[in-house]
């Protein structure tokens, strides 16, 4: 099968080198990008032209113009498919762009270049199965059961209030403490630094663009932060009222 990649960033770089491990033939595309020329296209449309799969890899805010300019050139034997961190607004905009005429679905790689290279296993994948296309998921799913992935299958609004609560939460305490000058390299870091150390370095190894995105598309993530804030809030003056309670204990993990 042959695969369009629309996007040549740090992410769509990893995929590539997945699809390419699995055997599959990549066409890229990206004006923004340095393609290797093995792989590179002239255009979206040579891309495209004839590719079983099309992937939707580029910044999430420039879904919508990219795929208004692909959609002439996309015919109904193709499965489109995006990989962004956020899906309402990719899923709708799917819908509404390729509607039945296209099959096409949301999925979200739980994985990237860094966690990739610390060969972190399982990976795994969400898939969010369009109404008028579900065997599109069901062949999203196989494919990213290939590429070595365990597939959690959710609808939109689902995926994007549990990356509100864990993505958007994580990337948020990461880049604070990037911006107050925390350095996830001193040597006196103890153990339980090790976790925050890994928060730190996807916020500084993922693309500039992606903070923005999970914070400000996915419309689950004003909330979750206001409610971290307002419980910062109350630790800290609990802290500062010298509270020696149960309160201030942290709890075991529920069975």
């Given at each position: 099968?042959?695969f369009?990649?629309?996007?040549?960033?740090?992410?769509?770089?990893?995929?590539?080198?997945l699809?390419?491990?699995?055997?599959?033939?990549?066409?890229v595309?990206d004006p923004?990008?340095g393609v290797?020329?093995d792989?590179?296209a002239?255009?979206?449309?040579?891309a495209?032209?004839?590719a079983?799969?099309v992937?939707l890899a580029?910044?999430?805010?420039?879904?919508?113009?990219?795929?208004?300019?692909?959609?002439?050139?996309l015919?109904?034997g193709?499965?489109?498919?995006?990989?962004g961190?956020?899906?309402?607004?990719?899923?709708?905009t799917?819908?509404?762009?390729?509607g039945?005429?296209?099959?096409h679905?949301?999925?979200h790689?739980?994985?990237?270049p860094?966690?990739?290279?610390r060969?972190?296993?399982?990976?795994?994948?969400?898939?969010?199965?369009?109404?008028?296309?579900?065997?599109?998921?069901?062949?999203?799913?196989?494919?990213?059961?290939?590429?070595g992935?365990?597939?959690i299958e959710?609808?939109?609004?689902?995926?994007?209030?549990a990356?509100?609560?864990t993505?958007?939460l994580a990337?948020?305490?990461?880049k604070?403490?990037?911006?107050?000058?925390?350095?996830?390299?001193?040597?006196?870091?103890?153990?339980?630094?090790?976790g925050?150390?890994?928060?730190?370095?996807a916020v500084?190894?993922?693309?500039?663009h992606?903070?923005?995105a999970?914070?400000?598309?996915?419309?689950?993530?004003?909330e979750?932060?206001?409610?971290?804030?307002?419980?910062?809030e109350r630790?800290?003056?609990?802290l500062?009222?010298?509270v020696?309670?149960?309160?201030l204990?942290?709890?075991?993990?529920?069975a």
């Amino acid at each position: 099968m042959t695969f369009a990649l629309l996007g040549y960033g740090r992410f769509g770089q990893a995929f590539a080198g997945l699809l390419q491990q699995a055997g599959h033939p990549v066409r890229v595309f990206d004006p923004q990008a340095g393609v290797p020329a093995d792989l590179a296209a002239p255009s979206a449309a040579a891309a495209v032209d004839g590719a079983a799969w099309v992937v939707l890899a580029m910044p999430v805010p420039h879904l919508r113009e990219a795929l208004l300019a692909l959609r002439p050139q996309l015919q109904a034997g193709q499965t489109v498919l995006d990989v962004g961190s956020v899906k309402m607004h990719p899923c709708a905009t799917m819908d509404e762009l390729l509607g039945a005429q296209i099959p096409h679905v949301g999925t979200h790689p739980l994985f990237g270049p860094l966690s990739l290279a610390r060969d972190e296993r399982p990976l795994r994948a969400v898939v969010c199965p369009a109404a008028d296309h579900p065997q599109a998921a069901v062949r999203a799913g196989g494919l990213f059961r290939e590429l070595g992935c365990e597939v959690i299958e959710q609808d939109p609004a689902s995926h994007d209030r549990a990356m509100a609560m864990t993505h958007a939460l994580a990337f948020f305490i990461a880049k604070g403490l990037v911006d107050l000058g925390v350095d996830d390299g001193t040597p006196v870091a103890p153990p339980s630094f090790q976790g925050m150390k890994h928060m730190l370095a996807a916020v500084r190894g993922d693309a500039g663009h992606l903070f923005a995105a999970i914070q400000r598309e996915n419309p689950f993530a004003g909330e979750a932060r206001a409610q971290l804030l307002a419980q910062l809030e109350r630790l800290h003056r609990q802290l500062l009222a010298d509270v020696d309670d149960d309160r201030l204990a942290i709890p075991a993990p529920s069975a």
